[in-house]
Nanobody, 114 residues
Framework: QVQLVESGGGLVQAGGSLRLSCAASGDTSSISASGWYRQAPGKQREFVAAISSGGSTNYADSVKGRFTISRDNAKNTVYLQMNSLKPEDTAVYYC????????WGQGTQVTVSS
C-alpha cells in the first residue's frame, strides 16, 4: 500500500509560479514511476508530467518548457514546479504512483487568475 498527500496548491496570478509537492508513505520502495494529472471543471482528467524511478521525465505538450517534475528519493516526495502559469492551468492537480497498481492522492486546487 502507498499513501500520497499533495500540497502547495493555491491562487496565483497569470505569469506566476507554484510548486506542488506529493509526499508518499507506505511501501515506497515498490514505486516505479510517479506522475501528475489535472482535472478542470467539466473536463476529463489529463496527463501533465511523469518521472520514472531512474529520473526520466515526460511532459504534456501544453506544459513543456513551463513545468518541471522532480523527485527527492530521500524524502519520498515528487515535486511539480509550475512557472508562467496561465488561466487554463486552473484545475485540481493529482499525483499518482505506479507499483503493481496505481495509487492517487486526494488532489490540490490550483487557480490562476487573469
Amino acid at each position: 500500500q502507498v499513501q500520497l498527500v499533495e500540497s502547495g496548491g493555491g491562487l496565483v496570478q497569470a505569469g506566476g509560479s507554484l510548486r506542488l509537492s506529493c509526499a508518499a508513505s507506505g511501501d515506497t520502495s515498490s514505486i516505479s514511476a510517479s506522475g501528475w494529472y489535472r482535472q478542470a471543471p467539466g473536463k476529463q482528467r489529463e496527463f501533465v508530467a511523469a518521472i520514472s524511478s531512474g529520473g526520466s521525465t515526460n511532459y504534456a505538450d501544453s506544459v513543456k518548457g513551463r513545468f518541471t517534475i522532480s523527485r527527492d528519493n530521500a524524502k519520498n516526495t515528487v515535486y511539480l514546479q509550475m512557472n508562467s502559469l496561465k488561466p487554463e492551468d486552473t484545475a485540481v492537480y493529482y499525483c499518482n504512483a505506479f507499483t503493481a497498481r496505481t495509487y492517487w492522492g486526494q488532489g490540490t486546487q490550483v487557480t490562476v487568475s487573469s
